[in-house]
Structures are given as C-alpha cells and as structure tokens.
C-alpha cells in the first residue's frame, strides 16, 4: 500500500509565477490536510478538505492560495504570484475516516522562490 | 488555540543513551501523534497515541490525557536517531505542532 505521494518534490519558482504542488493521499483515504514549514516557524496547518468540499482553511493565507481535492485525480495546493516569502516545504497528510484520525504524511515539496 | 509546548529543546546524548522527550498540551484533544523528522526533511510518523502506553522497538509512549502531556520515550538511542521529533496535537481534525526537539546522537 503506497503512501502519500506528492510531486513535485523539488520545485523553483520565480517571483510572479504560479506554483501548483500535487497531492494523492494513501489508497482508501478521503481526507486530506495540507501543512507549510517556514523557517525558523515550524509546522502550521493550512487548509482541510474531503473530495470536492474544503472543510477548514482556517490556516491559508487571505491572498493568491487556493486549495482543491476534486472527485477525480490528486489535491492540488495552488499558489499565484509567488514571493520569496511562500519558500518553504508543503507537506500533505491524509487520513482514512473522521473517526479515526490519524494523518499520515508525504514527503514534502520544497520550494523555492528566487 | 492549542498551545503545545516540548521540552528540552536541544538534546545531545552519546550512542547508547536513554532520553524522555516531554509535550505538554493547553486544551482536550482526541488526536496526539509524535513524529521524528529526519534529516532529509522527511516526517515519519511514530505514534498515534492520543491516550495510553504503545511501544515500538526502542521507543516508547505514554500520553496522560487528563494531565495533558505525553512521553516519548528512546532507549539505547543510536545515530539514526538523531533530528527533530515533534509532538502534534488536535482536536477537530488539524494539527497543532510544537516547535520539536532537535536530538544529536554522538557516536
């Protein structure tokens, strides 16, 4: 049983640019939670979603984030206009049900934005 | 929110030695997970432990739920061991991380 994926797991960016970081969560996992590292700031939640529906974004910044889990195909965190501020590593996590919540987590995308 | 608080911060040990690693947490929680980042980056999960005593191997967990703190127990650490481990906790489904223990392992 494969675990998290998530691609790409390097990515460079200019500022201005889109960045878009892809998630398929475990085989028989619905909920999916993305989570950013910053520097010197640790790990905070962004953003909650089951397919087709956000649950919680309670964490994502106000502008140019976006998060989506469509019913087909991997959760996608998108991430307009990028500033070196946004440099940091994306993890995503996933967990079965909400009555047992354990999250498991990927590997991480690390960005870069020059 | 949730304030989670781990201590010590740093920890260096000599190969062989044994550490408590402590998380203390602000509010009820029914989710508490510790993880060991390794020095790739990567989070490799360790313990769903948001009660109880679980042990695996070398490592060890208890989490007194109505004192809000957990342990994460290492016996005989090795250099393998070594990175930040991070207590999480959560109450309605995400995650609240403490700042991590970074633990050196000395050969």
């Known amino acids: 049983n494969a675990g998290v994926m998530q691609n790409p797991r390097h990515l460079v960016r200019r500022r201005g640019q889109e960045a878009r970081l892809r998630c398929s969560p475990m085989?028989?996992?619905?909920?999916v939670y993305w989570y950013r590292q910053l520097p010197e700031e640790g790990l905070k939640f962004m953003v909650y979603?089951?397919?087709?529906?956000?649950?919680?974004e309670s964490g994502m910044p106000k502008e140019r984030f976006s998060a989506e889990f469509p019913k087909e195909g991997p959760s996608i965190l998108r991430i307009q206009q990028v500033v070196r501020g946004d440099s940091a590593a994306y993890f995503c996590a996933s967990s079965p049900a909400a009555s047992y919540n354990e999250q498991f987590f990927g590997p991480g995308t690390r960005l870069t934005v020059l | 929110g949730i304030q989670v608080e781990q201590s010590p911060p740093d920890l260096i040990l000599q190969e062989g030695a044994n550490s408590t690693l402590r998380c203390n947490f602000s509010?009820?929680?029914?989710?508490l997970q510790w993880f060991h980042q390794n020095p790739w980056g990567q989070l490799i999960n360790l313990f769903y432990i948001p009660s109880g005593t679980k042990q695996n191997g070398r490592l060890s967990a208890t989490t007194v739920a109505t004192e809000r703190y957990s342990l994460l127990y290492i016996s005989s650490s090795q250099t393998t061991d070594s990175g930040v481990y991070f207590c999480?906790?959560?109450?309605?489904?995400?995650?609240?991380f403490g700042k991590g223990i970074t633990l050196s392992v000395r050969p």
């Open positions: 509010d009820s929680v029914n989710n």
């Open positions: 999480a906790v959560g109450a309605n489904s995400k995650l609240t």
């Open positions: 979603l089951q397919k087709e529906n956000i649950i919680d």
């Open positions: 085989k028989g996992h619905s909920h």
